[in-house]
């Protein structure tokens, strides 16, 4: 799907919610729910493809794929818990979205400590 046609996905939800908000607002909700989930959807079919061109692209320089995994899932984890807590935020539900935010920086914290420790390690075996 090219971005075009994501771009009318997206406004044509907007517009849809608008008006939904003016007469039913409980629906306006579940629209935007819909159209953002539509729209994240249509992103994920082109995921495959960069993935695994970053594993190709690992691959070619000698980079071990765990970290490429780990670094693969902590840009998941951003790009789950933003749209999360944007969801939240449209809903009126500001505190919610900032402890799913909290929740990610520690997930994110923890995922990346394997790789700071192998890179410490790498820094300390080079030093004198």
């Given at each position: 799907m090219n971005i075009f046609q994501i771009v009318i996905i997206g406004i044509t939800g907007t517009l849809l919610t608008i008006i939904?908000?003016?007469y039913k607002g409980e629906f306006a909700l579940?629209?935007?729910l819909i159209t953002g989930s539509v729209i994240l959807l249509c992103a994920?079919?082109?995921l495959e493809d960069?993935?695994?061109n970053i594993y190709e692209i690992?691959?070619?320089y000698n980079v071990n794929t765990a970290y490429i995994a780990t670094v693969i899932k902590i840009i998941a984890i951003a790009y789950i818990c933003q749209f999360s807590s944007e969801i939240c935020r449209d809903s009126g539900q500001g505190a919610i979205a900032s402890k799913i935010e909290f929740c990610a920086k520690i997930l994110i914290l923890l995922y990346s400590l394997p790789?700071?420790?192998s890179l410490l390690s790498l820094?300390?075996?080079i030093l004198p």
């Open positions: 939904l908000k003016q579940v629209s935007a994920l079919g082109g960069v993935i695994q690992a691959t070619k790789i700071a420790d820094v300390v075996s």
